[in-house]
């Protein structure tokens, strides 16, 4: 029955563009073929892997609509977050600007830190531009003020109580789309449904079987004060995981068969990306992420769908990072910004190859991490965590052979690994923050309300 509901959107997401290229005048770019407007429409998937959809390679899972939307547009295969948490991460692909220099956190047991209004969002820009701006949030972590990703957002409908469902969020989208909506548009879309708990509705929520050759981890699990997990071998978790997954899915096919069904597809760019990954046993972090930058929890899916494009079902292979969504949106549209971007313009993959493309990527867990603040450098091949002043306590993976990074070479680094090299990159990037200061944290106290939801959801530490 499932298979039915899956596949009920029957239209398809293949570029409209009939010119091939795009067209050299900015203000004809951001018109469609018809003469529309087009708007912009970002998805962020919260807590969702690369590897865990259909187009990640995940043969077991479905994941029709994504799929489809990576066929249609162009899909970048080595995406990292720069942070394995909500607020960093949304802030960073909001302002193309490193968690370390615009400084918002996630909130915790030590009070929220929401981003500070020094730096300019992409719906601030937007909206000064002329776009109609509006937000569908569905975490408390992302509550306006708390997170202060509200800013520029004209309507912002958040949510306080813990996690709304991708289907709830999309009646809220569709109830603003026809009391409210004027094109241009710029429209964030945030899913929260692959967090924990792990919860799909019916008929989601008993689709897979549990994934084999995991044994039971109860007492691990329990400790970690996971909601609805105690009961769960590790391969039931995982399922469940993936459920949601594939629920979120089917509810952000709704969306664009939505669009299709307004004939907005031929005019609209759609940039789907996640904020971070999730660990699902790895590295001995059970159902949760923010406690490292390993793989699980920094490779992200990434695709960005623009009608003007004629790269429809090109694969990137070059190394891209989640702040690079803000200057590519500034390129596509024209517009002009003043933040101290550490991003790149991906807009030429667009209509050749001729993107600026870089070495390594970037990432760092959170200073309000229980454990020491953690940078990662990757490239093509190599991880290397660390933190700013022990390189000498490293991990170093070769993902050539290690692609899920288990086994840890720092204590004897491979020859071929340039240790120096990957080293002074990162401190090239920390150094950022003499030429851009820092902006300076803001720390507020929890209210007891924020501060109730934030331990269903294992914030608390
Ligand atoms: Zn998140």
């Given at each position: 029955m499932y298979i039915a509901i899956l596949f009920i959107l029957?239209?398809?997401?293949?570029?409209?563009?009939?010119?091939?290229?795009?067209?050299?005048?900015?203000?004809?770019?951001?018109?469609?073929?018809?003469?529309?407007?087009?708007?912009?429409?970002?998805?962020?998937?919260?807590?969702?892997?690369?590897?865990?959809?259909?187009?990640?390679?995940?043969?077991?899972?479905?994941?029709?609509?994504?799929d489809r939307l990576a066929r249609g547009g162009i899909q970048y295969i080595n995406a990292y977050a720069q942070a394995p948490r909500t607020v960093?991460?949304?802030?960073?692909?909001?302002?193309?600007?490193?968690?370390?220099?615009?400084?918002?956190?996630?909130?915790?047991?030590?009070?929220?830190?929401?981003?500070?209004d020094r730096f300019e969002t992409l719906?601030?820009?937007?909206?000064?531009?002329?776009?109609?701006?509006?937000?569908?949030?569905?975490?408390?972590?992302?509550?306006?003020?708390?997170?202060g990703l509200e800013q520029g957002f004209e309507t912002y409908s958040d949510y306080d109580q813990g996690e709304l469902k991708a289907d709830r969020n999309n009646q809220r989208f569709f109830r603003w789309f026809e009391q409210k909506a004027?094109?241009?548009?710029?429209?964030?879309?945030?899913?929260?449904?692959?967090?924990?708990?792990?919860?799909?509705?019916?008929?989601?929520?008993?689709?897979?079987?549990?994934?084999?050759?995991?044994?039971?981890?109860?007492?691990?699990?329990?400790?970690?004060?996971?909601?609805?997990?105690?009961?769960?071998t590790v391969g039931e978790g995982i399922s469940r995981?993936?459920?949601?997954?594939?629920?979120?899915?089917?509810?952000?096919?709704?969306?664009?068969?939505?669009l299709n069904r307004k004939g907005l597809l031929d005019s609209t760019v759609l940039v789907t990306i996640a904020d971070h990954g999730e660990s699902l046993s790895e590295h001995n972090s059970f159902f949760s992420h923010g406690y490292d930058i390993f793989e699980p929890a920094v490779r992200i899916p990434c695709m960005i769908l623009d009608?003007?494009?004629?790269?429809?079902?090109?694969?990137?292979?070059a190394l891209v990072e989640s702040v690079d969504v803000f200057p590519t949106i500034m390129n596509r549209f024209g517009l002009r910004h003043s933040n101290p971007i550490q991003g790149r313009n991906l807009t030429g993959y667009f209509d050749s190859d001729t993107a600026v493309s870089r070495d390594r990527v970037f990432s760092q867990r959170n200073a309000d991490s229980p454990r020491i603040l953690q940078f990662?450098?990757?490239?093509?091949?190599?991880?290397?965590?660390?933190?700013?002043?022990?390189?000498?306590?490293?991990?170093?993976?070769?993902?050539?052979?290690?692609?899920g990074e288990i086994r840890n070479r720092g204590t004897h680094p491979p020859a071929d690994f340039d240790r120096d090299l990957f080293h002074e990159f990162l401190m090239d990037q920390l150094g950022a923050k003499d030429e851009y200061p820092a902006a300076t944290p803001i720390s507020l106290p929890l209210d007891s309300r924020l501060a109730e939801q934030l331990e269903v959801l294992g914030y608390m530490h």
């Open positions: 029957g239209c398809g997401l293949s570029p409209s563009n009939e010119t091939g290229t795009l067209p050299a005048n900015q203000s004809a770019r951001n018109r469609s073929s018809a003469g529309q407007p087009v708007n912009l429409v970002i998805f962020t998937l919260d807590t969702t892997r690369a590897d865990h959809l259909g187009s990640g390679g995940y043969e077991r899972i479905l994941t029709p609509n994504l960093e991460s949304h802030a960073s692909i909001f302002t193309g600007i490193y968690p370390f220099i615009h400084q918002a956190a996630n909130a915790s047991g030590r009070g929220k830190f929401p981003m500070s719906a601030e820009i937007m909206r000064e531009n002329g776009y109609q701006t509006a937000a569908f949030t569905t975490s408390v972590m992302v509550r306006a003020r708390d997170s004027v094109q241009p548009f710029f429209v964030w879309i945030h899913y929260y449904d692959p967090h924990i708990p792990y919860a799909a509705p019916a008929p989601f929520d008993s689709l897979y079987e549990p994934v084999t050759g995991h044994h039971t981890y109860k007492k691990i699990v329990r400790k970690q004060g996971l909601t609805n997990l105690e009961n769960y995981y993936d459920e949601e997954i594939t629920f979120m899915d089917h509810h952000f096919g709704k969306i664009i068969e939505f009608p003007g494009s004629d790269r429809g079902g090109m694969i990137v292979n990662g450098v990757r490239d093509r091949r190599w991880t290397y965590i660390t933190g700013k002043d022990t390189p000498r306590m490293a991990y170093v993976f070769d993902r050539d052979i290690d692609p």
